[in-house]
């Protein structure tokens, strides 16, 4: 999970969170306020091909004609920026295959919102670390799910461990050299059958690493419907029986006083009594499409053929709002529900 949101907001950030609150507890569906949350896809690419990843699956949803997002993408969400809390610069690919990611962050920057992107960290090096530093980027996840060389080839296809490790090594030289705190550093550990027998020592290899945050989540069904990444997930998901509870306990007592642990396993989540990703969230893929939410896959209009204000209150969104405040959800959002995740996903924005 994303580190907080900074307390203190400008007047306009702040006068739009209230303006989002309001007109997401009263049920609007066309609304005043713009997105709290934004989505930016830099890449569709990877240099991986880690098998429970769609994009390595080959998945159709996940491959795009235009690899890379056009600055002009982000241009085109200049207005919608200047109001937003947080700004997500990740998504399929990883992000550092971008030949101008740094430009990308620069301009995203320049509108103040928090910024927290993904990473396997096989490509950092010491420019990139020291941009990262002087960036001030709020929050960095290195998606790591092994502390053994040989498990970690076996998953993070492509790579080594060690070169996973340098790069958090680098930005943390560079956080000591300038004295500074940020980035905050997020290891993200998907568990599957194939790591479950990595938990152990997991901690103290994250505290090694100067960790601010470990998470440690299951395989989610919601990433994509396509029956390929479904498979992978009925064969691979490691359901929360005792064993791993008493393990994850285990592993939170480790951590306490040392880095911020969480696990959805651990967390006793129940849906809110309405989903709010449809008033805080807008996402923009590296064609141009924009979406709402990793749990669904609808389009809710394109950046290519209309302009930001036209899709957050055009008709796919409004319809999405209409539907959720009638109780009707789209059938696309019946397995997050269950899992209780993206309805309160970014609702800390909210003080949620």
């Not at 007109?23 to 005043?32: D, E, I, K, L, M």
Request: glycine residues 6%; hydrophobic residues 40%.
């Amino acid at each position: 999970m994303p580190g907080k949101i900074k307390k203190t907001l400008s007047e306009k950030r702040s006068a739009n969170l209230a303006g989002a609150i309001q007109n997401w507890n009263a049920g609007v569906t066309r609304v005043s306020h713009f997105p709290l949350a934004l989505y930016l896809e830099p890449t569709s690419a990877c240099n991986l091909a880690c098998p429970m990843c769609p994009v390595a699956m080959g998945v159709r949803d996940y491959q795009y004609e235009e690899k890379f997002l056009d600055l002009s993408l982000v241009e085109a969400m200049a207005e919608p920026l200047s109001y937003a809390l947080r700004c997500f610069m990740s998504g399929g690919g990883e992000p550092f295959l971008h030949p101008y990611f740094i430009s990308l962050l620069e301009l995203v920057r320049s509108y103040e919102p928090e910024i927290i992107f993904n990473t396997n960290g096989t490509l950092i090096t010491p420019e990139i670390a020291l941009h990262l530093v002087k960036l001030s980027i709020n929050t960095i996840s290195f998606s790591i799910d092994a502390t053994s060389p040989e498990k970690y080839r076996a998953i993070r296809k492509g790579a080594e461990l060690s070169q996973a490790l340098e790069g958090i090594i680098l930005i943390q030289d560079q956080k000591r050299k300038l004295g500074v705190d940020k980035p905050y550093l997020n290891m993200q550990f998907t568990l599957m059958k194939e790591n479950r027998d990595e938990l152990f020592g997991l901690v103290q290899f994250a505290y090694t690493l100067g960790i601010n945050h470990l998470v440690i989540e299951p395989l989610s069904p919601i990433f994509s419907f396509d029956p390929a990444y479904q498979e992978f997930f009925q064969n691979n998901y490691v359901p929360c029986d005792e064993d791993l509870l008493k393990t994850l306990k285990k592993l939170a007592g480790q951590a306490k006083g040392r880095m911020v642990f969480s696990s959805h396993y651990l967390e006793e989540l129940t849906a809110p009594p309405r989903c709010a990703q449809p008033w805080i969230n807008f996402g923009v893929r590296t064609d141009g499409r924009v979406f709402l939410c990793c749990g669904t896959p609808d389009k809710m209009g394109s950046l290519k053929e209309s302009d930001f204000s036209s899709i957050w209150n055009g008709p796919v969104y409004q319809k999405f709002r209409s539907e959720i405040v009638a109780g009707r959800y789209p059938a696309a959002c019946s397995r997050c529900l269950a899992e209780a995740r993206s309805p309160w996903f970014n609702l800390d924005l909210m003080g949620q």
